[in-house]
């Protein structure tokens, strides 16, 4: 069973964006310890990042037909992206939301969020250990 990890727009820039909000870990350690976490859970995972919503949207299609589920940082589309939102509620599998930073605590315009209407799960401010945890759920809702 394979998961898509998939992060938007800016994450390219982990551990050079703002370490002190998001760390020091890059977005290449973030999927190495999507592939480790994965393994562990017997699943595969295919990571995947971009800038563009479209993208994303294209990424979400492409999982209701070779995945089983998803992890997605949307990034600030998290706050404003009707069309990831549309995406995920075409997809069936379990979907969990991931931000590493904690958002409640940041800007009143991130404490709202479009994907958290669908996601199954929303996991925030655990750093990049989130994409572990958020993985290990998904796990846990494919196997019941
Ligand atoms: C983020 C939080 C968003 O508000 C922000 O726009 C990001 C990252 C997080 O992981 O904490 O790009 O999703």
């Given at each position: 069973m394979t998961v898509f990890v998939l992060n938007g727009p800016n994450l390219n820039l982990l551990g050079q964006r703002q370490p002190e909000i998001?760390?020091?870990?890059?977005l290449a350690d973030v999927e190495t310890l999507c592939r480790e976490t994965a393994s562990g859970l017997g699943l595969a995972v295919r990571c995947e990042q971009s800038n563009h919503e479209g993208q994303l949207v294209d990424w979400i299609h492409e999982a209701r037909h070779t995945g089983q589920g998803i992890v997605i940082?949307?990034?600030?589309?998290?706050?404003?992206?009707v069309a990831i939102l549309d995406a995920l509620n075409a997809f069936d599998g379990p979907v969990i939301e991931i931000h590493i930073s904690n958002v409640h605590r940041r800007?009143?315009?991130?404490?709202?969020?479009?994907i958290s209407g669908r996601a199954d799960g929303v996991i925030v401010g655990?750093?990049?250990?989130g994409y572990a945890l958020g993985l290990q759920r998904v796990a846990t809702l494919l196997r019941s």
């Open positions: 998001y760390g020091r870990e890059t940082n949307a990034g600030a589309y998290t706050h404003t992206s800007e009143a315009f991130r404490h709202h969020s479009y655990c750093g990049v250990q």
